[in-house]
T-cell receptor, first 114, second 117 residues
Framework: EPEVTQTPSHQVTQMGQEVILRCVPISNHLYFYWYRQILGQKVEFLVSFYNNEISEKSEIFDDQFSVERPDGSNFTLKIRSTKLEDSAMYFC????????????FGPGTRLTVL | AQKVTQAQTEISVVEKEDVTLDCVYETRDTTYYLFWYKQPPSGELVFLIRRNSFDEQNEISGRYSWNFQKSTSSFNFTITASQVVDSAVYFCALSPLNAGNNRKLIWGLGTSLAVNP
């Protein structure tokens, strides 16, 4: 069964460093999402992406964040200058957009900013 | 406003008990989807069910059942004869079908279920 994959599973970085979180959505899916979950809290929407552009972003998704689909298979989330409060689990999701509205999630990347 | 409320923060039951997880939602959209996801201790988000706002039929899948009541804006989830493996955090989520096909998910705070042997 196809699944969303994410790498790395855990990333530790120093405050102020740039990080790139990678996701491979399910092939033939058209809609892509990033969510984050601060430890013990609810899941929060960050950004959605369709047709090679951002379709919606939340207030959390400020200028420090960017997303890209560089090669037709990967979907990346970049944080330019990490802050302590960026420490969270980051989930990628994809949705086919055809006959189903279910978002399927990857296993997550745990980002720890020191 | 779009909002999902899961009033039960934590529930603890003994194996084989039935347990119901509550979910109440708010939306002005007439068309929307409701979801339940399970987050086991390993951390991933596992899709359980999607329900369309036009379909109020209750659904049963094995030991799991869902009760969707539009009149009370509730989408409750019942686990019958709970097992230790059901221990997880369960999230209810809302996807309003607003213009633009974005379909972002709006999440509740989750209910942490502990099933004890």
């Amino acid at each position: 069964e196809p699944e969303v994959t994410q790498t790395p599973s855990h990333q530790v970085t120093q405050m102020g460093q740039e990080v790139i979180l990678r996701c491979v959505p399910i092939s033939n899916h058209l809609y892509f999402y990033w969510y984050r979950q601060i430890l013990g809290q609810k899941v929060e929407f960050l950004v959605s992406f369709y047709n090679n552009e951002i379709s919606e972003k939340s207030e959390i998704f400020d200028d420090q964040f960017s997303v890209e689909r560089p090669d037709g298979s990967n979907f990346t989330l970049k944080i330019r200058s990490t802050k302590l409060e960026d420490s969270a689990m980051y989930f990628c999701a994809s949705r086919s957009g055809i006959s189903t509205d279910t978002q399927y999630f990857g296993p997550g990347t745990r980002l720890t900013v020191l | 406003a779009q909002k999902v409320t899961q009033a039960q923060t934590e529930i603890s039951v003994v194996e084989k008990e039935d347990v119901t997880l509550d979910c109440v939602y708010e939306t002005r959209d007439t068309t929307y989807y409701l979801f339940w996801y399970k987050q086991p201790p390993s951390g991933e988000l596992v899709f359980l069910i999607r329900r369309n706002s036009f379909d109020e039929q209750n659904e049963i899948s094995g030991r799991y059942s869902w009760n969707f009541q539009k009149s009370t804006s509730s989408f409750n989830f019942t686990i019958t004869a709970s097992q230790v493996v059901d221990s997880a955090v369960y999230f209810c989520a809302l996807s309003p079908l607003n213009a633009g096909n974005n379909r972002k998910l709006i999440w509740g705070l989750g209910t942490s279920l502990a099933v004890n042997p």
